[in-house]
């Protein structure tokens, strides 16, 4: 079974500044890979995801993140934060066979801006 | 884009009665829907994952006769919460998928929050 791992609880950054938050995973081979932002109160917002093909990953709202095989890595990175940012951020992971699809979330990384 | 309607947005209600939650497909058929529950902080909660026509099935931990799930259609899932006590009070997500992940993906509806008085 897969697992995914984000280390980070919380990340406080100033706005303005660049952002890199942290996922890993365990899997025998790729995974489906994606990353959600949630706003309190709201559902999830797909920002990016993975299946294949190049390994950099361009999103919505200015993220990218970049799957990266030999550390079994999917890291979410924003050159420049906005106040709008905060919110909490998921990184799931999905086995591509199976037929089941079920995601795995990790337990979510708190992001805080400062002016 | 794929959007899932998710209603009531928040509910309240007394102690021993059914609320009925309901997850819409507005633009694709949701040929599987996740049901998850999620505490304050936390992550997300697999409840328990349906397939339009066939029965739920639920997680380990998970009553099925307290929260009856129904995806008689591939546009509509319901989540009803029988006999509601206050532990039943969280915030509960539905996510639509018409499979395989890569062709539409997963969408989220966007959460009702329940509050057992």
């Known amino acids: 079974a897969q697992s995914v791992t984000q280390p980070d609880i919380h990340i406080t950054v100033s706005e303005g500044a660049s952002l890199e938050l942290r996922c890993n995973y365990s899997y025998g081979a790729t995974p489906y890979l994606f990353w959600y932002v949630q706003s309190p109160g709201q559902g999830l917002q797909l920002l990016l995801k993975y299946f294949s093909g190049d390994t950099l990953v361009q999103g919505i709202k200015g993220f990218e993140a970049e799957f990266k095989r030999s550390q079994s890595s999917f890291n979410l990175r924003k050159p420049s934060v906005h106040w709008s940012d905060a919110a909490e951020y998921f990184c799931a992971v999905v086995a591509p066979t199976g037929g089941s699809y079920i995601p795995t979330f990790g337990r979510g990384t708190s992001l805080i801006v400062h002016p | 884009g794929a959007v899932v309607s998710q209603h009531p947005s928040w509910v309240i209600c007394k102690s021993g009665t059914s609320v009925k939650i309901e997850c819409r497909s507005l633009?694709?058929?949701?040929?599987?829907m996740f049901w998850y529950r999620q505490f304050p902080k936390q992550s997300l909660m697999l409840m328990a994952t349906s397939n339009e026509g066939s029965k739920a099935t639920y997680e380990q931990g998970v009553e099925k006769d307290k929260f009856l799930i129904n995806h008689a259609s591939l546009t509509l899932s319901t989540l009803t919460v029988t006999s509601a006590h206050p532990e039943d009070s969280s915030f509960y997500i539905c996510s639509a998928l018409n499979p395989p992940p890569h062709v539409v993906g997963y969408t989220f509806g966007s959460g009702t929050r329940l509050t057992v008085v």
């Open positions: 633009d694709f058929q949701a040929t599987t």
